[in-house]
């Protein structure tokens, strides 16, 4: 069982829609963050968030924390083809970190 | 500077062969980790070592051993290779466990295939 949910699995759009990937568990976190990661790479960090209610903006990215920080999203205004990758989150728990099963976005021109 | 290196890049095995994955880190980092990512699960953790001399266990640790020769470099171990092994294995390293902004740095990667 993963302690880390994330939705939706998939997700392909067109080039210029909004989308948002969800990061859900039933534990409270310390932080979270998401990561990107590229065919072939290993997962590049993206963001932390540390505060319940946190919001904080990467240019078109949006990250939020969940008030109980036992949640996160991830919204994507405008997407573009460079956003395409493997979305994950990860929740610190004390001394590891706890990925989300991700959720693989491709972006059509 | 390299950051984190793997090797090998690629492996295959056969079954009940062993083979060690290296990792070896530049960045002066306290902790190191191995990872293993399978389609649909996210990447989970195998050991990790929050400093040099000490490892740990993490939520996948059966069937891997692991070894910090060192500040620079940590090992990981498959004594018997099994089918169920065959997964692409990350190494991470951060300035150290726990602590609200730990950002992970990630090695490209050893794509391991068990037949």
């Known amino acids: 069982t993963q302690l880390l949910e994330q939705s939706p699995q998939f997700l392909s759009i067109q080039e210029g829609e909004n989308l948002t990937v969800y990061c859900n568990s039933s534990s409270v976190f310390s932080s979270l963050q998401w990561y990107r990661q590229e065919p072939g790479e290993g997962p590049v960090l993206l963001v932390t968030?540390?505060?319940?209610?946190e919001v904080k903006k990467l240019k078109r990215l949006t990250f939020q924390f969940g008030d109980a920080r036992k949640d996160s999203s991830l919204h994507i205004t405008a997407a573009q083809p460079g956003d395409t990758g493997l979305y994950l989150c990860a929740g610190s728990l004390g001394n590891q970190f706890y990925f989300g099963t991700g959720t693989s976005l491709t972006v059509i021109p | 500077n390299a950051g984190v290196t793997q090797t090998p890049k690629f492996q295959v095995l056969k079954t009940g062969q062993s083979m060690t994955l290296q990792c070896a880190q530049d960045m002066n980092h306290n902790s190191m980790y191995w990872y293993r990512q399978d389609p649909g699960m996210g990447l989970r953790l195998i050991y990790y070592?929050?400093?040099?001399?000490?490892?740990d266990k993490g939520e996948v640790p059966n069937g891997y051993n692991v070894s910090r020769l060192n500040k620079r470099e940590f090992s990981l171990r498959l004594e018997s290779a099994a089918p169920s092994q065959t997964s692409v294995y990350f190494c991470?390293?951060?300035?150290?466990?726990?602590?609200?902004?730990?950002?992970?740095?990630f090695g490209p990667g050893t794509r391991l295939t068990v037949l």
């Open positions: 991470a390293i951060s300035e150290s466990t726990g602590g609200s902004y730990n950002e992970q740095f």
């Open positions: 968030v540390v505060t319940g209610g």
């Open positions: 070592s929050a400093s040099e001399g000490t490892t």
